[in-house]
C-alpha cells in the first residue's frame, strides 16, 4: 500500500456523473448543502440494483442527487425522500423532472426525519439511507431497522466524518455520534454490515433474514 490517497481519489474520480447530477451538484454547491461524492453515489446505486429494490426510504433529500443514484440503480422505485428544507425540496423536484423520473416514482415528504420515518410501515422498504439530522441519527437507526424487510439494506453517509472517527484523540460530538453508530453494529448479530472509505465513509448493513 504505497499511497492510499491517491487510490482513494483514483475511487473518487472513476466515477462519471450524468450531466443532471452534475447540475444537481452545482445547485447544492450554490445552496451550501453538502452531497454524497459520485463514488458513493454509485455504491449506493449498485446496491438498489442488486436489490432489485422496489420501495426506497432516504432521510436528508438535499438537492437530489443521492436520489438521483438511488433510482439510477432501481429505475422502478418508488423513492420516498424526507427533508426539512423546502428550498431544498424544490431543487430536488427539478432534479427528478430533468432526470425524466415519472412523478409516481419520488414521493418528497417534508418534516425531520425522525418523525416521518416513525409512521412508516414496519418490513416495507427494500433500502433505506440516512443523511440528515445527526442528532437524531442514533433514533432514525431504530426506526430505519424497522422498516426494512428482511434482506433490506441500511446505508449511512459520513460514516468517517471528516476522517476523525478513526482517530482516538478526536472527542467532538459529531464524531461519538458516528463511533456509536458503528458498535450499534459491530455488536449487533441481526445485520451483516460492512464499512466503506468512500466519500466520507459509508456504512452499508443488511438485515439478516431469520
Known amino acids: 500500500m504505497v499511497d492510499k490517497i491517491s487510490s482513494w ?3 473518487e474520480d472513476f466515477v462519471t456523473e450524468p450531466e443532471v447530477f452534475r447540475e444537481a451538484r452545482i ?6 448543502i453538502e452531497c454524497i461524492t459520485p463514488a458513493v453515489g454509485s455504491q449506493l446505486a449498485l446496491v438498489a440494483s442488486a436489490l432489485g429494490a422496489k420501495a426506497i426510504v432516504e432521510a436528508g433529500t438535499g438537492t437530489g442527487i443521492s436520489g438521483l443514484w438511488l433510482l439510477n440503480g432501481a429505475p422502478n422505485a418508488v423513492l420516498a425522500t424526507i427533508d426539512s428544507d423546502p428550498e431544498a425540496q424544490i431543487a430536488a423536484r427539478k432534479a427528478f ?3 425524466g423520473i415519472p412523478a409516481n416514482h419520488t414521493r418528497v415528504i417534508s418534516g425531520r426525519a425522525i418523525d416521518v420515518m416513525s409512521n412508516m410501515a414496519d418490513a416495507a422498504y427494500d433500502l433505506v439511507f440516512l443523511d440528515a439530522d445527526r442528532d437524531t441519527l442514533e ?5 430505519a431497522s424497522r422498516l426494512l424487510r428482511p434482506g433490506g439494506v441500511l446505508a449511512i453517509a459520513h460514516a468517517l466524518w471528516r476522517d476523525r472517527v478513526p482517530d482516538p484523540a478526536m472527542r467532538d460530538d459529531a464524531t461519538a455520534i458516528y463511533r456509536d453508530v458503528l458498535r ?3 455488536n449487533n ?3 451483516v454490515s460492512a464499512l466503506s472509505p468512500s466519500g466520507d465513509g459509508l456504512l452499508m448493513a443488511s438485515k439478516r433474514a431469520h
Open 97 to 99: 423532472a430533468e432526470a
Open 189 to 191: 448479530s441481526d445485520f
Open 9 to 11: 481519489k483514483f475511487a
Open 27 to 32: 445547485r447544492a454547491d450554490e445552496m451550501g
Open 139 to 143: 433514533d432514525q437507526l431504530h426506526e
Open 184 to 186: 450499534f453494529f459491530v
